[in-house]
């Protein structure tokens, strides 16, 4: 509404920015807002993913300046390539000041993404019973899904609803099968299209990871996206990655994209803790013989041409898809079973790969 008190001191308090080349943010073209809704307050700049770092000063000048009105309770100010409206992630206000924000996963231990470097080769499945594997061991663990365009958490671990705001006013993770779990999609409804480019995933990413109360984990499992683009480049820069994990299917076309997705970690200095051949073959429910729809051994063998580990091999299985698509991972499960057994048994190689000592290159 144009009376709304908020919105006219929203506007009031953006009125004194200027754009990098001096035009008054408010005057600029590429600005849509201010929005108000339920003590939120919204803007969107338009811009390039070659811009994206001149503006990122005013950006934070506006957030700081929305927080300071009485009855905001929260300001999102969002650089972007569409007039999508942005998710409902948002800058918490808190007696911090904006120079001095709090440290991003302070209380997080070891965080490890999960990744393939193309999409459909089960990774999403992968790091939610990787990450039960883990919490099987008694360790605390969140999972964080990053694919903000096709994210499967919601889904894997039958998450619905939205996540409640915490005491500080940061999002509180929601849980399952004991992890904590952040996902885009527990912001939006199940259909929406995120049809978003590189500045506003980045944005929103950032924002899972800094506006979130993970509280304090000894592992955050990243379900990341497939690619090897900007959403990557935010989370390998914006945390301290303890490593990867890469997961493909056996077959060249596969390994193209995993090798791409190991030079990439490695050209960040991200340490590399394996490599999972997932549809490593599929068993007949009638005959009981295994089939290698994808060929045999193709990532184990590249693990050893690459010099990395190899974790192991999962087949694909009727109880595997049955246990995915109902929200019930097969580690919760049937942790017993054989496929609980293996994931458990590379949980725990991943684990040692993140506790074992560093060597000390000093010494002869």
């Known amino acids: 509404m144009a009376d709304d008190p908020i919105l006219l001191a929203a506007r009031e308090a953006l009125s004194g920015l200027n754009m990098p080349d001096g035009t008054p943010l408010l005057g600029a073209p590429q600005v849509s807002g201010p929005v108000v809704a339920n003590g939120r307050v919204n803007v969107s700049i338009m811009t390039t993913a070659q811009a994206a770092a001149s503006l990122a000063g005013v950006r934070a000048q506006a957030e ?17 390539n569409d007039h999508t409206p942005p998710p409902r992630l948002s800058t918490p206000k808190t007696a911090a000041t904006p120079s001095a924000p709090p440290k991003i996963l302070a209380g997080v231990r070891h965080v490890v993404a999960v990744a393939s470097g193309k999409g459909g080769v089960g990774k999403s499945t992968t790091a939610v019973n990787l990450a039960l594997g883990l919490r099987a061991k008694g360790l605390r663990v ?28 940061r999002l509180l993770p929601m849980q399952s099968n004991g992890l904590l779990a952040m996902s885009m999609g527990m912001m939006v409804d199940a259909e929406t299209a995120m049809v ?22 000894d592992v955050l499992i990243v379900d990341m996206p497939p690619g090897t683009g900007d959403a990557q480049l935010a989370i390998a820069q914006g945390t301290t990655l303890a490593g990867a994990v890469i997961v ?29 051949e997932n549809m490593a073959y599929f068993t007949c429910t009638d005959c009981g013989k295994q089939h290698a729809l994808f060929g045999t051994g193709g990532a184990e063998a590249e693990a050893r041409r690459l010099g990395v580990p190899f974790l192991g091999a999962v087949p694909l299985t009727m109880d595997l898809r049955a246990a995915s698509d109902s929200g019930q991972p097969i580690v919760a499960r049937d942790p017993d079973g054989m496929l609980g057994r293996l994931y458990v048994t590379m949980a725990e190689a991943v684990w040692s790969s993140l506790t074992a000592p560093v060597p000390n290159l000093l010494k002869n």
Do not use: Y
């Open 64 to 80: 700081a300046a929305l927080l300071d009105i009485p009855g905001v309770e929260s300001a999102f100010v969002v650089l972007t």
């Open 142 to 169: 969140g999972i964080l899904d990053a694919d903000i365009h096709g994210p499967s958490i919601p889904t894997l671990l039958a998450l619905h609803g939205r996540p409640r705001m915490g005491k500080d006013r």
């Open 196 to 217: 978003w480019r590189g500045p506003m995933v980045m944005s929103a990413i950032t924002q899972m990871l800094a506006d979130v109360d993970w509280g304090d984990l």
């Open 248 to 276: 493909s299917t056996p077959q060249d076309l596969a390994l193209v994209d995993a090798r791409r997705g190991i030079a990439m970690f490695r050209k960040v200095d991200v340490p590399i803790i394996g490599l999972i």
